[in-house]
């Protein structure tokens, strides 16, 4: 069994930040690209940034220069630190990893449950 837990979300007022992290743990022997995604009410999930396991990152543009997402390999976490929230920041946030569980078998994707990121105006 794979899990993704996460933690962090929360409610926060505009300007302010948040840190997530995401865990995973079970039976894996390799992760590849761990990321975040978030989904607001009624829109669809999208992605809001990613990272290699070399640590090349991928951000999308209404994010940039404000979230900075990490990864500390030896712990199989990655981590998202949100600055300068907006409102329109508000969505669950969702982690993924794309991972194997054995050296034979092939890379496939994992979510997490979500996590609750709300920012007031």
């Known amino acids: 069994q794979v899990q993704l837990v996460e933690s962090g979300g929360g409610l926060v007022q505009a300007g302010g930040s948040l840190r997530l992290s995401c865990a995973a743990s079970g039976s894996i022997v390799s992760i590849s690209t761990m990321g975040w995604y978030r989904q607001a009410p009624g829109k669809q999930r999208d992605l809001v940034a990613a990272?290699?396991?070399?640590?090349?990152?991928n951000y999308t543009d209404s994010v940039k220069g404000r979230f900075t997402i990490s990864r500390d390999n030896a712990k199989n976490t990655v981590y998202l630190q949100m600055n300068s929230l907006k409102p329109e920041d508000t969505a669950v946030y969702y982690c993924?990893?794309?991972?194997?569980?054995?050296?034979?078998?092939?890379?496939?994707?994992?979510w997490g449950q979500g996590t609750q990121v709300t920012v007031s105006s």
């Open positions: 993924s990893a794309r991972l194997k569980k054995s050296w034979i078998t092939r890379f496939d994707n994992y």
């Open positions: 990272i290699t396991s070399g640590g090349i990152t």
